[in-house]
T-cell receptor, first 112, second 115 residues
Framework: DVKVTQSSRYLVKRTGEKVFLECVQD?????MFWYRQDPGLGLRLIYF???????EKGDIPEGYSVSREKKERFSLILESASTNQTSMYLC???????????FGQGTRLTVV | AQSVTQPDIHITVSEGASLELRCNYS??????LFWYVQSPGQGLQLLLK??????LVQGIKGFEAEFKRSQSSFNLRKPSVHWSDAAEYFC?????????????FGKGTKLSVKP
């Protein structure tokens, strides 16, 4: 089975902190994604990566950056956390473009 | 641009009753189609997918979905709901040959199950 592992289930950070959310997949997938999930808004794509060191902006990239130094690992970085970034963050990976994505268990981030 | 509409935000059914969750998509051609389920506080789990061929697709946990090209729909069904099916369900589309790479998700339908 494909496994996508997010480093933390719950995080509480202070406003202005730099926050790292880590995601690792074990199936050699080319594509990796970071989504944000908020009630009533569904899943919104923040960034995705289709290869090592490659990244593309999604629908809501402002206030975020990403890093993909190794194929299996995709990190989401909040440069200076703000309260409006309190949310559920979901990492996913897929083998090919536009086909099924496999999700991690999610990280619920609270910024206080 | 692609879009996915799940018209029902919240549905309540009795245990043992049948279920149908609606999904409509907007796309110029036939997309790849998916249904995911999310239990509270968890990630999304793939229930089933449609790429081509038979328009009635079987998935895990006794779910099935039917692709209807004429209606641009991909509705999810289950003949008899169990209390453990209470969760949020997301329909998603992927563009064939698209360059974006990611799936487009509907806003979800929350399913409650009455005993």
């Amino acid at each position: 089975d494909v496994k996508v592992t997010q480093s933390s289930r719950y995080l509480v950070k202070r406003t202005g902190e730099k926050v790292f959310l880590e995601c690792v997949q074990d199936m050699d997938h080319e594509n990796m994604f970071w989504y944000r999930q908020d009630p009533g808004l569904g899943l919104r794509l923040i960034y995705f990566s289709y290869d090592v060191k490659m990244k593309e902006k999604g629908d809501i990239p402002e206030g975020y950056s990403v890093s993909r130094e190794k194929k299996e690992r995709f990190s989401l970085i909040l440069e200076s956390a703000s309260t409006n970034q309190t949310s559920m963050y979901l990492c996913a990976s897929s083998r090919t473009m536009n086909t099924e994505a496999f999700f991690g268990q999610g990280t619920r981030l609270t910024v206080v | 641009a692609q879009s996915v509409t799940q018209p029902d935000i919240h549905i309540t059914v009795s245990e043992g009753a049948s279920l149908e969750l609606r999904c409509n998509y907007s796309y110029g051609a036939t997309p790849y189609l998916f249904w995911y389920v999310q239990s509270p506080g968890q990630g999304l789990q793939l229930l089933l997918k449609y790429f081509s061929g038979d328009t009635l697709v079987q998935g895990i946990k006794g779910f099935e979905a039917e692709f209807k090209r004429s209606q641009s729909s991909f509705n999810l069904r289950k003949p008899s709901v169990h209390w453990s099916d209470a969760a949020e369900y997301f329909c998603a589309v992927g563009a064939r040959g698209g360059s974006q790479g990611n799936l487009i998700f509907g806003k979800g339908t929350k399913l409650s199950v009455k005993p």
